[in-house]
């Protein structure tokens, strides 16, 4: 086996400190299971991993009303999950999102009830569902919830477009553009945090209840889609701005455009290697007062969704992915990010995404005991007080 070369951090990630780095997992086909069995099981291997948190996917479509029985059966799922997470000691984020893409209609079995729900979306629709299925979950626990997953992927919200469903399998929206995207996912935004501090002022959730901005896909477009999004006459408030940071093919303290390990080649942007630049685009929005948090400071930097895949296209040989993922958790912690969401536990059945780091039969991989070291690395570090990003002047 050939000799993995050890990366050494540049200093553009900053200089080791105590800094401590929120440590997120998430499995969405375990999550979602309808045994409660199989959701605790994978709780348990992310607690065992060393993560604090989990985050899960609030999908509208399932919890749709015309689904009926189906849609309280979902909810109670979702109960389940903050329930059996807090009793682990595992703070609980939702991104709640719809879908453009054909499964995302509420019945998608032949029938359908609706359209998708990330076709065209209505932000007074996204408002109602957040007073109706948000108090619930706070109820048990939840504390920070983010809107729209991936809003510069027009698979997750089509704009001024429709979905092309002359296949089941086609899932194409056509005519959405990352601008009209923007412009539509601004309005969600805007009517979701006005929706917030309702509940808020109605005593329905806690003020310490946090929303975060963002969700996007780095690697499409994700530094042009932040910058339209903020573009406006209404500056925008936010508790923290969400980003999917995936490298693929790249190692985390590489900027490379293009790269290849093994089987694995992609052109690519938009990764855990650009937190600096990130935070610098934060920094700037804090400073035009463009973006701020509710307090008037820099909003800080959440990478919510991060995963090497070990099968499929883009797949990285796992001695690479044992010396990758602490590698990234660095970076992201080292470059000042407040959260870093590693996606995926179980290996995946399907033929899709699997950045697994259990094997098929639910063993550790040396990427889970890779993170898990470096989980206990930082616990072992002197803890520094939270970094609060000073107001601009």
């Known amino acids: 086996m050939k000799k993995v070369k050890k990366v050494r951090l540049s ?13 997120c997992a998430q499995d969405e086909s375990m999550f979602l299971h309808p045994d409660n069995a199989k959701r605790e099981a994978v709780l348990d291997k992310i607690k065992g991993l060393g993560a604090t948190c989990v985050r899960s996917i609030l999908y509208t479509h399932l919890l749709h009303p015309c689904r009926g029985p189906e849609a ?13 997470a807090r009793a682990r000691g595992l703070r609980v984020q939702f991104t709640i999102t719809g879908v453009a893409a054909q499964w995302g209609t509420p019945l998608f079995n032949g029938r359908g009830c609706a359209l998708p729900t990330g076709l065209n979306p209505k932000p007074k629709d996204l408002a109602k569902f957040i007073g109706r299925v948000v108090p619930v979950l706070v109820a048990h626990g939840a504390r920070r919830f983010s809107v729209w997953n991936e809003p510069n992927n027009h698979h997750m919200l089509c704009a001024n477009g429709k979905v092309n469903n002359a296949t089941a399998a086609s899932n194409k929206c056509v005519g959405s553009t990352l601008a009209t995207q923007a412009k539509l996912y601004r309005r969600l935004y805007i009517t979701s945090w006005n929706k917030f501090e309702s509940l808020k002022k109605l005593g329905r959730i806690p003020q310490a209840t946090q929303v975060l901005i963002g969700e996007i896909n780095g690697a499409r477009q994700g530094e042009q889609f932040m910058k339209t999004i903020i573009r406006g006459n209404r500056p925008l408030v936010a508790h923290g701005f969400a980003v999917h940071p995936l490298q693929f093919c790249t190692s985390p303290a590489s900027r490379k455009f293009n790269f290849r390990v093994g089987t694995c080649k992609r052109k690519m942007e938009g990764g855990v290697a650009w937190t600096p630049r990130y935070n610098a685009l934060l920094k700037k929005f804090a400073a035009t007062k463009a973006l701020l948090t509710p307090r008037g400071n820099q909003v800080p930097l959440f990478l919510t969704e991060f995963g090497y895949q070990k099968a499929g296209p883009w797949a990285i040989p796992e001695a690479i992915r044992a010396k990758w993922y602490p590698l990234a958790m660095e970076v992201a912690r080292r470059s000042g990010a407040r959260q870093m969401n590693i996606y995926q536990m179980y290996q995946s059945t399907g033929r899709g995404w699997d950045s ?33 990003i000073p107001k601009p002047k």
Request: glycine letters at 4%; a positive charge.
């Open 11 to 23: 200093r553009r990630f900053g200089r080791n400190n105590n800094n401590r780095l929120e440590f």
């Open 72 to 84: 309280l059966e979902q909810l109670n799922r979702y109960i389940h999950l903050v329930k059996a």
């Open 356 to 388: 697994s780091l259990l094997n098929a039969r639910a063993e550790p991989l040396p990427s889970y005991i890779a993170l898990q070291g470096w989980a206990k690395k930082q616990l072992a570090q002197p803890k520094s007080k939270a970094k609060v």
